[in-house]
């Protein structure tokens, strides 16, 4: 079945540096991805949407210039925290679709956990 | 009031009983989705339905869309089934929207 590699799967990093999080789709074209992140005991937000080749597009309240996303290829998307502040702190998870004629299926990573300290 | 109603939030059951998490949404949807996130974070897909019933192993999920409800259902449960289950609703610009989760906890 369709996979996506997350890495790394934890981090932690000193405030003010910057941590990259990288999405693989392994044996398919990921058309879109989606960065998630979820605190403690709360649902997934959607902090943005990523078509390959474009730019992304950001969820209300998410800034862009803080939380860069690149998705330059059909297999590979970055989430980059930006000058991470302790209350960047969370877990960060990825999710490809790939088109099946006309249903749309979902394969998430395995998460990121960051911790800024 | 949230898009996505899962019920019940928490459930602990014995080893081998039957399971069944109850989802209801608002919106209109494309598809709805199944999602099983275990206590390491990462997410597995369980089911995609946009009408009747599907089933994998001992698992079941169906879909009334005139209700919009859904529900999951587990046979014979094992403490290896223990883990938080998404309910996912998808429109037509391919965004979900989660419920909050349900945490199952299977005792042996």
């Known amino acids: 079945g369709a996979v996506v590699s997350q890495h790394p799967s934890r981090v932690i990093c000193k405030s003010g540096t910057s941590v990259k999080i990288e999405c693989r789709s392994l044996d398919f074209q990921a058309t879109t991805m989606f960065w998630y992140r979820q605190f403690p005991k709360q649902s997934l937000m959607l902090m943005a949407t990523?078509?390959?080749?474009?730019?992304?597009?950001?969820e209300q309240g998410v800034e862009k210039d803080k939380f860069l996303i690149n998705h330059a290829s059909l297999t590979l998307s970055t989430l980059t925290v930006t000058s991470a502040h302790p209350e960047d702190s969370s877990f960060y998870i990825c999710?490809?679709?790939?088109?099946?004629?006309?249903?749309?299926?979902?394969?998430f990573g395995s998460g990121t956990r960051l911790t800024v300290v | 009031k949230n898009e996505v109603e899962q019920s019940p939030q928490n459930l602990t059951a014995q080893e081998g009983e039957f399971i069944t998490i109850n989802c209801s949404y608002s919106v209109g949807i494309s598809a709805l989705h199944w999602l099983q996130q275990h206590p390491g974070g990462g997410i597995v897909s369980l089911f995609m339905l946009s009408s009747g019933k599907k089933k994998h192993g001992r698992l079941i999920a169906t879909i009334n869309i005139q209700e919009k409800h859904s529900s999951l259902h587990i046979t014979a449960s094992h403490p290896r089934d223990s883990a938080v289950y998404i309910c996912a609703v998808g429109g037509s610009n391919y965004k979900l929207t989660f419920g909050k989760g349900t945490l199952l906890t299977v005792n042996p």
């Open positions: 990523s078509n390959e080749g474009s730019k992304a597009t950001y």
């Open positions: 999710s490809a679709t790939h088109r099946q004629t006309l249903n749309y299926g979902y394969t």
